[in-house]
Nanobody, 115 residues
Framework: QVQLVESGGGLVQPGGSLRLSCAAS????????MAWYRQAPGKQRELVAI???????NYADSVKGRFTISRDNAKNTVYLQMNSLKPEDTAVYYC?????????WGQGTQVTVSS
């Protein structure tokens, strides 16, 4: 059974930082590309960042220079370090794993940026 379990969300003030984690089980983690998506109320889910099995990364323009995606294959975990957070970063953040047409989602973790 495949599971992607996110953690690390919460309430943070503008300008603050959070680190999200996504622990995977039931897959050969190292061969999967891993991504973070987010969905704000009333908006479509959007890609935030993605890291390939080889470690290449790509980011949405709105988070470039502020967010960093990384992975630890020994721990089957992908991270999203979020710095200089803005109110518009408020959303439910979802972990995604994909390989050869297979795709899996976590349950999401809420991030709220507010003073």
């Amino acid at each position: 059974q495949v599971q992607l379990v996110e953690s690390g969300g919460g309430l943070v003030q503008p300008g603050g930082s959070l680190r999200l984690s996504c622990a995977a089980s039931g897959i050969i983690f190292s061969i999967y590309a891993m991504a973070w998506y987010r969905q704000a109320p009333g908006k479509q889910r959007e890609l935030v960042a993605i890291i390939s099995s080889g470690g290449s990364t790509n980011y949405a323009d709105s988070v470039k220079g502020r967010f960093t995606i990384s992975r630890d294959n020994a721990k089957n975990t992908v991270y999203l370090q979020m710095n200089s957070l803005k109110p518009e970063d408020t959303a439910v953040y979802y972990c995604n794993g994909r390989w050869q047409g297979r795709t899996y989602w976590g349950q999401g973790t809420q991030v709220t940026v507010s003073s």
